[in-house]
């Protein structure tokens, strides 16, 4: 089997980008993690400080690694209008089916054709992960030539730019890696667009969110209540924040509608939620029959409740999120 024919496979069950690079432990993004963990920037996240170092080495989750497969699926979908009054914003990779399970099944069924292009003599060994898998897989795309990391933190592709899922599938089979200097994928220059952006001042460097003061984490990881002084900062937004690649000119450029109609608005929650409904929720079934099947179960009900008061209150204080515009400013 060759990098040709795993490629090929991976274009024809679904994906929409794939790169391969061998195994290697990552040695300076390995570093920058630890900084960042030590740094507290992960918040209230402590699965991230469980064995940190499995997410750098692909051999601490299978022994004889020799590749990662790294496999990427755009997301992108446009925002339809403003946010009507009473209902909160909900972020563009939340808005359909869970993409876990999108991803989950063009994974396996990748596997499945890898398995038997190899036939059954080979011991071959394949493990995949999305991500809630214990790896840096935004750091092994880059070394697989899909993208550049941004300042933003997030892997911006040619094609696609940064609305891209990511997934790897490890393997102990050698495949020929991908150049990342092959292709151009661009770079930040003297951009700080999305450093000004941030409603809450999360991005504190280069590369570096600080989660505790981003609106994605507060709104879907943080299990407690949101500090006043951030909650007026969030605005309308009920799951979730985009703005940080908004505003990216490579995204300007680059970003095009899915085509995997199940990770479109109209196959999920939409684009917004209703808070009064949101707040008027009594359990936790009234809960799953809105979000079941979508990202949105994540914060449970309480976490979803607190965003949408946080929400209203924003609202009926007249509280927004103040984009600037760059072109103007130019
Ligand atoms: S997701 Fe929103 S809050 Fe988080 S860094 Fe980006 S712009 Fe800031
Ligand atoms: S907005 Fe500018 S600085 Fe931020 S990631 Fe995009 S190009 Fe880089």
């Given at each position: 089997?060759?990098?040709?024919t ?32 030590a740094d507290?920037?992960?918040?209230e ?15 601490q989750?299978?022994?004889d690694a020799k ?20 209902h ?7 808005r ?8 989950e ?8 054709r ?12 394949f ?5 809630f898998?214990?790896i ?8 697989a ?15 696609y ?14 495949l ?9 994928h ?5 951009c ?5 952006a941030?409603p ?28 006043q002084?951030?909650?007026e900062?969030?605005?309308?937004r009920?799951?979730?924040?985009d703005?940080?690649?908004?505003v990216?000119?490579?995204?300007d450029?680059?970003?095009?509608v899915?085509?995997h ?17 949101v707040l008027?929720?009594q359990s936790r ?7 079941a099947?979508?990202p949105?179960?994540r ?7 607190r ?20 072109e103007?400013?130019?």
């Open positions: 089997m060759d990098s040709k795993v490629r090929q496979h991976a274009f024809d069950v679904g994906f929409d980008l794939c790169g391969i690079v061998s195994a290697e432990r990552l040695g300076e993004e390995a570093e920058r993690f630890a900084a960042w963990l507290g920037f992960h918040g996240m402590s699965y991230l400080t469980d064995r940190p170092e499995r997410r750098s080495d692909p051999s989750h299978l022994k590749s990662v497969i790294v496999l990427g699926l755009n997301y992108f979908q446009k925002d339809a209008r403003e946010t009507p009054p009473g909160g914003r909900v972020s563009k990779y939340a359909g089916r869970d993409y876990h399970k999108v991803i099944r063009r994974s396996r069924e990748l596997i499945r890898l398995d038997t292009e190899v036939g059954t003599e080979a011991s071959v060994e493990k995949w992960f999305v991500d898998g214990p840096l897989e935004r750091a092994f795309a880059q070394r030539g899909l993208g550049y990391v941004g300042r933003n933190s997030m892997l911006i592709n040619r094609t730019g940064s609305w891209i899922f990511l997934s790897e599938i490890i393997t102990n089979q050698v020929e890696s991908d150049d990342p200097k092959a292709v151009k661009g770079t930040c220059g003297t700080t667009r999305c450093i000004e941030c809450t001042g999360a991005i504190v460097g280069d590369r570096t969110i600080d989660s505790r003061r981003c609106i994605s984490y507060l709104t879907i990881e943080r299990p407690t209540e949101i500090p002084e951030l909650a900062k969030m605005g309308d009920i799951f979730g924040c703005i940080c690649q908004d990216c000119p490579h995204n450029k680059r970003a095009r899915t085509r109609k199940e990770l479109l608005a109209e196959s999920g929650v939409g684009e917004f939620l209703n808070a009064k409904t008027s929720m079934e009234e809960f799953l029959k809105l979000t099947g979508t949105l179960t914060p449970k009900l309480e976490g979803l409740q965003n949408a008061k946080i929400v209203m209150e924003n609202e009926t204080a007249g509280r927004r999120i103040v984009i600037p515009d760059f103007k400013k130019r």
